[in-house]
């Protein structure tokens, strides 16, 4: 499995701006997807997640009312729509594929993208 995010970019501070995730291969709709990010020096962390059909979602507390997570089996493609950016949301964000159907937290992920770089500054 191969993970490839794109989206990444310059946003204004309460901007917006959608990240995408595709994957290669057939099991991306068997499996729950994340999204995590890693300022520079600091440990990666945990944004949000999505269960294998899409219904259920999870999110970290600093993101809950700002960003939406949603996939789309049909093209592989995981999405994270992130509204009203702020400056602590500059990092480097990446996708995973769970180990599992459905997230959570003390699972894990198997595969990782290589990232895309968010940074929020006017």
């Known amino acids: 499995v191969q993970l490839v995010e794109s989206g990444g970019g310059l946003v204004e501070p309460g901007g917006s701006t959608r990240l995408s995730c595709t994957a290669s291969?057939?099991?991306?709709?068997?499996?729950?997807m994340g999204w995590f990010r890693q300022v520079s020096g600091k440990e990666r962390e945990f944004v949000a997640a999505?269960?294998?059909?899409?219904?259920?979602?999870y999110y970290e507390d600093f993101v809950k009312g700002r960003f939406t997570i949603s996939r789309d089996n049909a093209k592989n493609t995981a999405y994270l729509q992130m509204n009203s950016l702020l400056s602590e949301d500059t990092a480097v964000y990446y996708c995973?594929?769970?180990?599992?159907?459905?997230?959570?937290?003390?699972?894990?992920?198997?595969?990782w993208g290589k990232g895309t770089l968010v940074t929020v500054s006017s």
């Open positions: 291969g057939r099991t991306f709709s068997n499996y729950a």
């Open positions: 999505i269960g294998w059909s899409g219904v259920n979602t």
């Open positions: 995973a594929k769970d180990l599992s159907a459905f997230y959570t937290s003390d699972g894990g992920m198997d595969y």
